[in-house]
């Protein structure tokens, strides 16, 4: 009989803390709703910085004419009629720049002390 006694309230117990922590307002529910209401909140920030960054865009583009030229010139490669382009295969760039960092290897090494 004492057993019965202690077995119902445990059980009860044991109930409780299951819904209070696996129910549909449980604890594992809650924490789950503020990662995804955190989540959301980052990604409004985000929208909000891109769109602010477009609504300057936009007045850059109605007021300022040489946002629009350097949009024009490297979008469209267009240029001025008296402007010269240069332009040098990808190889050529590979090659300048590697030479370059040898100048720089170079100037950077220490030479050997010599003996007096």
């Known amino acids: 009989m004492q057993k019965r006694l202690f077995f119902v309230p445990a059980a009860v117990i044991i109930f409780i803390l299951y819904f209070t922590i696996f129910g549909d307002r449980g604890l594992l529910r809650i924490n789950h709703l503020h990662r995804d209401r955190d989540e ?4 409004l920030t985000d929208l909000k910085s891109e769109n602010d960054k477009l609504k300057r865009e936009i007045a850059a583009l109605q007021s300022d004419r040489r946002y629009l030229e ?7 490669g267009l240029v001025r009629s008296n402007e010269v382009i240069y332009q040098f295969p990808p190889q050529a760039r590979a090659a300048v720049a590697e030479g370059a960092e040898k100048k720089v290897e170079q100037k950077t090494a220490t030479p050997a002390a010599t003996p007096r």
């Open 40 to 43: 959301m909140q980052k990604h």
């Open 70 to 76: 350097s949009i024009a010139r490297r979008d469209f």
